[in-house]
């Protein structure tokens, strides 16, 4: 059989495939200007951190207290039970006890629930000395008022100015470490230059020198835990410890303060940007926080309750009361602005920003439209760099995210502003001035040239920065140092004014020359009277203008703010007491008719006052009803 020639076709081998290449563009690396290893060891860091931090609030330990101060500490019952007041604090609004006070409910949208600060308060009360429930009351009542009991709430507020100068330093050393693990892993230069420029800002003087807003440094510095937590987890995931520290610190931020919430976007955010994890898996990762979220929310709805009807036409509750919609809307978003404007030029500051210190706008006005221009152009970097997985993108979205909570668009804060609402925001800014920074230094083609532009562009931002920040804290002493101050700034403010118009006021009981007694309470009595015309409900400017007068001996000048104060708030605490005490003025003149119209109006505010109705009763039986 012949051979065939045919030859047959060879089989198709198969191809190797071609290993599955990561899409993702990974996170650049941006390296450091070289300096001394030593610079750039985190705990050599640590410590230039926290005693910058320290030595540039060093001047508040001798303070007292002032603004929010007097709500959250001083009339607090449950802050001065010490350990027995802490299951109130958790379980009731932060304002519950002021508003108790004044027979009133809720106040401000939204209500406040964030006890985590203010249980801190109650334990230092513990320990230096908690008031028995029997005896709180009376505490409460008084506090204030000059005497042994100020002098010594005054002590007291001084150990706590010390505290919160602490928790700063340990908060900043904890940030620090936050920019070292997650943030800038390789770049340990710019994580010291943000965590330097963010500890002098003096847009934060507001935060560290009011005790109250002990809420704002320890909502940031429990963020910055959960992000250190939740990447730690990451890295190991047989270790759980790192999840449940994690999610413990996530609840903590949420107790401290509001601001937790941005971490529905910032974590995932984080997780693509500095692990190089797609997208579906970031938003995976951070499932378990979102679990913690939705615990808190349940939490707070059970608390927190509804705002009171009254406190929406209130002005100083919602500054935007008497705008148009279309006014309220522009305002806002010019308002927004301002914060950016203070990171940029901090000066001058104010302590308040309430009606009428931020007139109304339109979208006539000019600040208007560039405030959409700028935001419309950091959303559009956001995402710009978000692509590239680079830094700037999350130091973008670190301001707007925590902007955004504040600024009145999405959520109602019951203010048109203030700077201690800025704290966590600056941090995003804070980290793109150190980068930039650092970048724009690195353009140089001399090393040595880089290193002294770096280091005397970054001493002169330090240097200004704190000097600043040293002078503004002096200012936070207490309400007058305070307000005084910034009655230079915000002379259009209802509270500005009257709070300066209380000093006066109040600083006449410790004069002892008559003539200039009496000048002082005249002068308190003008500024009361320039912020009842800027807010004509103004109620407690009405009470406190009417008890000048009665400290004048001009009883039909108190008896006139006292029925204005009835009609605008006719339960208001010791109203019925007033009244009488005023009748008893008229009385002693011989002046009957008026006596007994305070006397009426003592018991239209409580028909059980005893002290009006044995008044009464002695009039009749004069004959004189």
């Not at 709430?153 to 505290?163: A, D, E, G, P």
């Not at 280091?455 to 931002?461: C, D, E, K, S």
């Not at 006596?595 to 059980?608: E, F, G, T, V, Y």
Request: charged share 20%.
């Amino acid at each position: 059989m012949a051979k065939s020639n045919i030859k047959s076709t060879p089989r198709p081998q198969p191809v190797a495939a071609k290993p599955k290449q990561d899409t993702y563009v990974k996170a650049p690396v941006f390296p450091d200007i070289k300096v001394p290893a030593w610079l750039t060891d985190f705990k050599v860091q640590a410590v230039l951190v926290a005693v910058l931090s320290i030595l540039l609030y060093a001047n508040t330990f001798k303070h007292e207290y002032a603004l929010d101060d007097t709500i959250v500490i001083a009339k607090n019952e449950y802050v001065y039970e010490g350990f027995s007041g802490i299951l109130d604090i958790l379980t009731k609004d932060a304002f519950d006890s002021y508003y108790k006070q004044f027979n009133s409910s809720n106040q401000l949208a939204g209500g406040r629930y964030r006890p985590l600060s203010i249980v801190t308060f109650a334990i230092e009360q513990q320990f230096m000395g908690p008031i028995p429930k029997s005896k709180v009351d009376s505490v409460v009542a008084h506090a204030g008022e000059a005497g042994p009991q100020e002098e010594r709430f005054n002590k007291q507020m001084q150990t706590r100015h010390v505290i919160q100068v602490f928790i700063f330093a340990l908060s900043m050393v904890v940030l620090l470490y936050f920019l070292h693990k997650v943030v800038l892993k390789n770049n340990p230069l710019i994580a010291l230059m943000t965590a330097v420029l963010f500890a002098a800002h003096p847009i934060h003087t507001e935060v560290i020198a009011n005790v109250k807003s002990r809420d704002e440094i320890m909502s940031l510095m429990f963020i910055c835990l959960t992000f250190v937590f939740a990447f730690k987890y990451e890295e190991n995931k047989e270790k759980k410890w790192p999840l449940f520290a994690g999610l413990l610190c996530y609840f903590l931020a949420f107790l401290s303060k509001e601001y937790a919430i941005g971490l529905i976007f910032l974590l995932p955010m984080a997780f693509y940007l500095f692990n190089n994890f797609s997208l579906s898996k970031s938003v995976a990762a951070s499932l378990p926080y979102y679990g913690v979220m939705a615990l808190y929310i349940v939490i707070r709805l059970q608390i927190v309750g509804e705002m009171s009807k009254d406190s929406e036409h209130d002005i100083l509750n919602n500054p935007y009361a008497l705008a148009t919609d279309t006014e309220k809307l522009a305002t806002q978003i010019s308002t927004t602005l301002n914060y950016l404007k203070l990171l940029i030029f901090p000066h001058p500051l104010s302590a308040d920003y309430s009606y009428n210190t931020i007139a109304y706008k339109d979208f006539g006005h000019p600040q208007v439209w560039l405030s959409i221009i700028v935001h419309i152009g950091l959303i559009r970097l956001l995402f710009y760099y978000f692509k590239r997985r680079h830094v700037l993108s999350f130091a973008i979205a670190f301001y707007l995210i925590n902007i955004a909570l504040v600024c009145n668009l999405i959520f109602n804060i019951g203010g048109t502003m203030g700077e201690r609402l800025s704290y966590h925001s600056s941090l995003g800014f804070c980290l793109a001035v150190a980068f930039l920074l650092n970048l724009g230094t690195q353009k140089i083609k001399s090393e040595v040239v880089g290193k002294v532009a770096l280091g005397g562009g970054l001493l002169v931002l330090l240097g200004l920065c704190s000097f600043k920040t040293v002078d503004r804290a002096k200012f936070w002493k207490n309400d007058h140092t305070l307000f005084f101050e910034d009655i230079k700034v915000a002379p259009n403010s209802v509270l500005v004014n009257a709070d300066v118009a209380s000093s006066y006021v109040n600083g006449a009981d410790y004069i002892q020359d008559e003539q200039k007694k009496r000048e002082s309470i005249r002068l308190g009595i003008r500024y009361f009277s320039k912020a009842i015309d800027i807010n004509p409900a103004f109620v407690s400017g009405y009470l406190n203008r009417g008890m000048a007068h009665f400290k004048l001996k001009e009883p039909d000048s108190a008896i006139y703010n006292l029925k204005k104060v009835q009609e605008l708030y006719p339960r208001y605490p010791k109203l019925d007491e007033m009244f009488f005490n005023i009748g008893v003025n008229f009385y002693v003149e011989k002046r009957y008719p008026e006596a007994i119209d305070c006397w009426r109006h003592a018991l239209k505010s409580n028909p059980q006052y005893p002290q009006a109705l044995n008044a009464m009763a002695v009039m009749q039986k004069e004959g004189r009803l």
